[in-house]
């Protein structure tokens, strides 16, 4: 039986397995190496699942007030003139609505729950070592204490230590030649839907976030993985904006020093498996990387959460539960990591964008089957 667990990640995935398992009564510590826990990026989209899975995490009314949360998608050519709009059915069941939200908003939300909920939070720790035994992990962390625990979980990103401590075999992320810009805008009028705009040099999308505000995006096909100092991004991204028209001349107008910009190099890793080794499991991004062609990173994570803390309440002994977790994750991650590769692959030849489309509406058609 397991009474005791450390979440070393304080991002969506760890909130997610921290209030899941929370619930079950079982006492959870959860430990961030950011002494601030701080949220980085601009803002994010929100598929239907991750629609679902915050709400049976109990956060969909926050996000609903927050953030934005709509249905259908349009698309645009360059000059903004539309090309095609999905119907949208005013009674569409919450996993095929989609929205998005501030990363920070969103990071908000869920540690607002965690320290409400009883959880243990410390701040700017880190673990530096596991003793991992037959009845318990003992962790030595970066201010001297040690302490035991039934189980760990480590939802420590992309960039794991601890996957790189378990499985040293692992190639690191795989950097897929594409990068990602996001800029947080004022929402022009009319924009009540995600729009995407095809065909130009790159490729573009606005999406809201909040009755007020608006995010861009931004993919740019960068084989040589560039980087960008900080006084370079927002010139780059105002050239990147200047073939296309719509709403985009506008937006690209008000750009300026106090524009919230990010940009990251796309990367993916999927961990065979089993995703842990004894007592110590990874979730979320530790285990499954996308990048955001499917938009379900943070659901993904979400329902990492939620399924490790069904399992272990019904499985009869540790491993049991983490092979069992395993068992239900993995097919769903590889389908997600894999075709989101797989359209940023079409994007960079210059492919038909219907048929990522196609990839996209298919898969999401199958992630729409309860997880």
């Not at 955001?292 to 659901?299: D, F, Q, T, V």
Request: proline residues 6%; charged residues 20%.
């Amino acid at each position: 039986m397991i009474e005791s667990v450390l979440i070393v990640g304080g991002g969506i995935g760890g909130m997610s397995a921290a209030l899941a398992l929370a619930r079950q009564g079982v006492a959870v510590e959860l430990i961030d190496s950011d002494p601030h826990w701080r949220a980085y990026g601009a803002g994010i989209s929100v598929t239907g699942i991750s629609l679902r899975a915050f709400d049976d995490l109990g956060v969909l009314d926050e996000i609903r007030e927050l953030g934005f949360i709509g249905a259908g998608i349009r698309l645009r050519d360059p000059t903004g003139n539309l090309i095609f709009e999905a119907p949208v059915a005013p009674d569409a069941p919450l996993v095929q609505r989609g929205g998005g939200i501030m990363r920070g908003v969103l990071h908000d939300i869920l540690a607002t729950r965690v320290r409400a909920g009883g959880i243990q939070v410390n701040l700017g720790v880190e673990a530096v070592g596991y003793d991992d035994g037959a009845d318990g992990v003992s962790v030595r962390f970066s201010d001297g204490r040690q302490s035991r625990y039934d189980l760990v979980v480590a939802a420590d990103g992309i960039y794991s230590r601890t996957r790189a401590a378990l499985f040293p075999e692992v190639p690191p992320p795989q950097f897929t030649g594409q990068g990602c810009w996001r800029i947080v805008a004022p929402r022009p009028q009319g924009v009540d839907r995600t729009e995407i705009y095809t065909g130009g040099p790159v490729k573009l999308g606005i999406n809201p976030v909040s009755a007020t505000h608006v995010y861009l995006f931004i993919l740019e096909h960068v084989p040589d993985n560039p980087w960008y100092e900080p006084d370079q991004q927002l010139p780059h991204v105002s050239k990147l904006l200047e073939p296309f028209g719509g709403d985009v001349p506008a937006i690209r107008a008000g750009l300026g020093s106090e524009s919230l910009v990010s940009y990251r190099p796309l990367e993916w890793l999927l961990l065979p498996a089993p995703w842990h080794r004894g007592r110590i499991v990874l979730i979320g991004d530790a285990a499954h990387a996308t990048t955001p062609h499917m938009a379900s990173g943070a659901g993904m994570a979400a329902e990492d959460g939620l399924v490790l803390a069904e399992e272990i309440v019904r499985s009869v002994d540790v491993e049991s539960a983490l092979q069992a977790f395993t068992a239900r994750r993995f097919e769903r991650a590889r389908m997600v990591v894999e075709n989101s590769v797989r359209i940023g692959d079409m994007e960079m030849a210059g492919g038909n964008q219907m048929d990522a489309n196609r990839m996209l509406g298919d898969t999401m058609q199958r992630l729409a089957a309860p997880y």
